[in-house]
């Protein structure tokens, strides 16, 4: 399946490498696959700053604090997928932090690859419409992403 997706690198040093681009376009194509998302998909990923996403997080969730990543779902109910013959679907828009990124491999003494690619992962969860709020929820979500992060290649250090 041909998935729109799309980065942009909004950071001061460019951070979003060639290399890494092409991670974030793995884990959402195989979050998708593993989903089974029978749809041609659009999202946005887009790597920022510090000050970038403390801002969205204080704008969109009223936290006032830096946070590794966001989600936008652009659906509420998977009911409003109604698309026309090749078009996409819609998805929404990832927004990752790379300082976080950076800060949390380090902290669980793992590649950025393989938190970008988790983070990733984790986020596509949601604009399918996964969460984590509650228990239940999160026995479902976090088993998930680590059977994503298999299918990209970068298993569980």
Same mark, same amino acid.
């Given at each position: 399946m041909k %998935?729109k997706?799309? +980065?942009? *690198?909004?950071?001061e040093g ?6 890494l681009? !092409?991670?974030v376009?793995?884990?959402v194509?195989?979050?998708?696959e593993?989903? @089974?998302?029978s ?7 887009? !790597?920022? &700053?510090?000050d970038e996403i ?9 936290? &006032?604090s830096? +946070?590794?990543v966001?989600?936008?779902p652009?659906?509420d *109910?998977e &009911?409003? $997928?109604?698309?026309f *013959?090749d078009? !996409?679907i819609v998805?929404g ?6 300082s976080?990124c950076r800060?949390q ?5 793992h590649? $950025?690859?393989?938190e ?8 596509t969860? %949601?604009l ?5 709020? $509650?228990?239940?929820?999160?026995? $479902?979500?976090?088993?998930?992403? @680590?059977?994503?992060? @298999?299918?990209?290649g970068?298993?569980r250090?």
């Amino acid at each position: 399946m041909k %998935h729109k997706i799309y +980065t942009c *690198d909004k950071t001061e040093g460019k951070l979003l490498t060639p290399a890494l681009r !092409a991670l974030v376009k793995r884990a959402v194509k195989k979050a998708l696959e593993y989903e @089974n998302f029978s749809r041609i998909a659009e999202v946005s990923v887009t !790597a920022v &700053d510090a000050d970038e996403i403390k801002r969205l997080n204080a704008e969109w969730r009223d936290k &006032d604090s830096v +946070t590794d990543v966001l989600s936008f779902p652009a659906l509420d *109910d998977e &009911d409003e $997928i109604v698309a026309f *013959d090749d078009e !996409a679907i819609v998805l929404g828009d990832i927004v990752l932090c790379m300082s976080r990124c950076r800060e949390q491999a380090e902290e669980f003494a793992h590649s $950025i690859e393989r938190e970008v690619a988790y983070l990733t992962a984790h986020s596509t969860l %949601h604009l399918l419409g996964y969460d984590h709020v $509650i228990p239940e929820d999160e026995k $479902i979500m976090f088993p998930l992403q @680590n059977q994503i992060m @298999n299918k990209v290649g970068l298993k569980r250090d």
